[in-house]
């Protein structure tokens, strides 16, 4: 394969990486303020008010993760669940795009430098996520 | 985790304030946090879980814009990897300074932020874009380059980043800004991008939307650790400020940039007085 050939083939790859990064933000987005819209209209739909009381109580975002898809396992989805869906989608959607970008890195570009660098902030980011208060 | 009484505002007040400095945020350049914090402290609602509920929009917005930007092949994704190693441990450090501090410095510390950024408004725009000048030996290591089809010129503009050694340090400052006072710092960024860097415009402003999303989870996971964002308030505020920011880029297009300059001025000059004072007071 030619020089040019190849270099045609990284153009189209990251072509498709950067669509592929900027539907899958687009994506988050919406589906976060999708749930948090829709709770906020189940909760004045149940309540008559657009007020919602319940606090976080310093979770990691893994915990509250988790504590959300206990009460979806349990059939506990209401209101305040859906706004917890929608907070937590929010906060994993840049979270996401490293996970893609180190991929993208390792898998399709081979680039071991910017794998690397990619690996040290989704490990700074991965350690922050599990944070306690 | 910090005991906070968290003020029952309802959706009615909350939502269009937020809305308003997404809007106001999204005209001017300077995110809507700029607005948001200040407004919110106003209205009761302690400093520190401000600017965490500010972060957390901050979020939803570069996410929002970055979507379309890196659809557009403009956005250079290297030069986002590799500073967003430095934004992120200075978000980190910013946010935990800001739990450790006391409400007056922080009120201080934002308007002065505030005025810095008035000052900047006024005095600057965009400094043009020098071209495409040779590479350091540590940015072509780097391989800070890229290239793009740039529609109003018409033209494919070739570039080459320079001076990594002092954006690297640079942009773990401005990440330790955002992390502090829950701003985006979009502002701080583009100029590092510009002037150090000497990135073209388009390209410094589209990487920097990406480059804000991940600074802001590092900031929100510490302040969610530490039990400062309340869904009670997140929740209308994320809504309105992501609202309030697409209309405010439909907005621009449609008035003058002497109007909004204008707009933008007066109110961030009534906000970083105010916030000063607060602080001075010890309000």
């Known amino acids: 394969m030619t020089t040019s050939t190849n270099a045609a083939l990284v153009a189209e790859r990251q072509r498709r990486m950067d669509i592929a990064v900027g539907t899958l933000l687009l994506v988050g987005v919406l589906l976060s303020l999708g749930l948090i819209a829709a709770g906020l209209l189940w909760t004045d739909e149940r309540t008559g008010r657009l007020w919602l009381d319940y606090p976080l109580a310093g979770m990691n975002l893994f915990q509250f993760a988790l504590a959300t898809a206990r009460q979806a396992w349990n059939g506990q989805i209401g209101p305040t669940w859906m706004v917890s869906a929608g907070l937590i989608v929010l906060m994993l959607t840049p979270f996401l795009r490293v996970v893609a970008s180190m991929l993208y890195f390792l898998a399709v570009l081979k680039d071991a430098k910017y794998t690397a660098f990619t690996l040290f902030v989704l490990l700074v980011l991965t350690w922050s996520l599990f944070l306690r208060s | ?283």
């Open chain 2, 1 to 283: 985790m910090l005991g906070l009484h968290t003020p029952p505002i309802s959706f009615e007040v909350l939502f269009p304030l937020s809305l308003v400095a997404g809007c106001i945020g999204a005209m001017s350049g300077m995110g809507g946090g700029m607005i948001l914090i200040p407004t919110l402290t106003l209205l009761g609602v302690d400093i520190k879980q401000a600017i965490a509920i500010s972060i957390l929009s901050v979020i939803a917005t570069s996410s929002g814009s970055a979507s379309a930007y890196v659809r557009d092949h403009i956005t250079n994704l290297k030069v986002g990897m590799f500073l967003e190693m430095f934004t992120i441990v200075g978000a980190l450090m910013g946010a935990r300074l800001t739990l450790a501090a006391s409400p007056r410095p922080l009120f201080i510390t934002f308007g002065v932020v505030l005025m810095g950024s008035w000052v900047a408004l006024l005095v600057a725009g965009h400094a043009s874009w020098q071209g495409d000048q040779p590479q350091d030996r540590f940015s072509r290591w780097l391989e800070l380059e890229g290239s793009y089809f740039d529609r109003a010129q018409q033209q494919q503009i070739d570039y080459h980043g320079r001076r990594a050694y002092w954006g690297a340090p640079m942009m773990y400052g401005a990440g330790l800004i955002a992390g502090l006072l829950g701003i985006g710092a979009g502002a701080v960024k583009v100029l590092i991008h510009d002037l150090v860097m000497g990135l073209p415009p388009k390209v410094s402003t589209t990487t920097s939307n990406l480059i804000i999303g991940v600074t802001a989870l590092a900031g929100t996971s510490v302040y969610l650790a530490a039990g400062l964002i309340t869904p009670g308030l997140a929740a209308p505020v994320v809504l309105g400020v992501v609202v309030g920011a697409f209309l405010g880029t439909r907005l621009l297009v449609r008035l003058t940039n002497q109007s909004v300059r204008r707009l933008f001025l007066g109110v961030l000059l009534v906000l970083a007085v105010e916030m000063i004072f607060r602080g001075v007071r010890g309000v």
